[in-house]
């Protein structure tokens, strides 16, 4: 069994400050994760991934996330935040290598709110 | 590369009518595509996965006669709506996967049913 908890529904920045995203999961295999991006009426774009290789995995535009298997956290952070940024970010989970060998579950996503 | 395209964008269909949607991988051959439902401002739903020329696997919950889902080429899977009804009003979005075993999904655009 797999599950995603994304712990923050709505988060609200100013632009140019940080941003930091919360993901949690539970895997019963090594997982693989991911950060998806959805703009109003738009399909998922990958931001980034981690399969097993290099904890702190960079992504799209700007931004990072770092995989902490004691904490199973996988949080997603910018360091200055734009006002393209503002979206629907979705924590995925897959329990296979490269997220092709499961089906993915997602989180129920939070929403960025970038302020002027 | 690794585009997949949706068809319909935005369909609007009367009661007990049928509506089929496309999902196109452009580029690469898909092997596995999905089928996801997304309610407003939730998150992404698996519904069936289907594999190039077997019969769709469904998750369960979804009725397999009312979401007809047809994988015959590499490159394209169809979703069949049969018999909508206003609550089958959703946002549907499909995702592809390439012939390696350890591939990522990509995702569609997605596609807006309203059911009138």
């Known amino acids: 069994a797999q599950s995603v908890t994304q712990l923050d529904s709505h988060v609200s920045v100013s632009e140019g400050t940080p941003v930091l995203l919360r993901c949690n999961y539970s895997?019963?295999?090594?997982?693989?994760l991911f950060w998806y991006v959805q703009h109003p009426n738009k399909g998922l774009q990958l931001l980034l991934k981690?399969?097993?290789?290099?904890?702190l995995v960079k992504g799209i535009n700007g931004f990072e996330a770092e995989f902490k298997k004691s904490e199973t956290s996988f949080h997603l952070t910018k360091p200055s935040a734009h006002m393209s940024d503002a979206a629907e970010y979705f924590c995925?989970?897959?329990?296979?290598?490269?997220?092709?060998?499961?089906?993915?579950?997602f989180g129920i996503g939070t929403k960025l709110q970038v302020i002027p | 590369g690794a585009v997949v395209s949706q068809h319909p964008s935005r369909v609007i269909c009367k009661s007990g009518t049928s509506v089929k949607i496309e999902c196109r991988s452009l580029?690469?051959?898909?092997?596995?595509m999905f089928w996801y439902r997304q309610f407003p401002k939730q998150s992404l739903m698996l519904m069936a996965t289907?594999?190039?020329?077997?019969?769709?696997?469904?998750e369960q919950g979804v009725e397999k006669d009312k979401f007809l889902i047809n994988h015959a080429s590499l490159t394209l899977s169809t979703l069949t709506v049969t018999s909508a009804h206003p609550e089958d009003s959703s946002f549907y979005i499909c995702?592809?996967?390439?012939?390696?075993?350890?591939?990522?999904?990509?995702f569609g655009p997605g596609t807006r049913l309203t059911v009138t």
């Open positions: 995925a989970v897959s329990g296979g290598r490269g997220g092709g060998y499961q089906k993915v579950t």
């Open positions: 580029d690469f051959q898909a092997t596995t």
């Open positions: 981690y399969t097993s290789a290099a904890t």
């Open positions: 289907s594999n190039e020329g077997s019969k769709a696997t469904y």
């Open positions: 995702s592809a996967r390439p012939g390696q075993v350890f591939s990522e999904q990509y």
């Open positions: 895997s019963s295999y090594s997982p693989s």
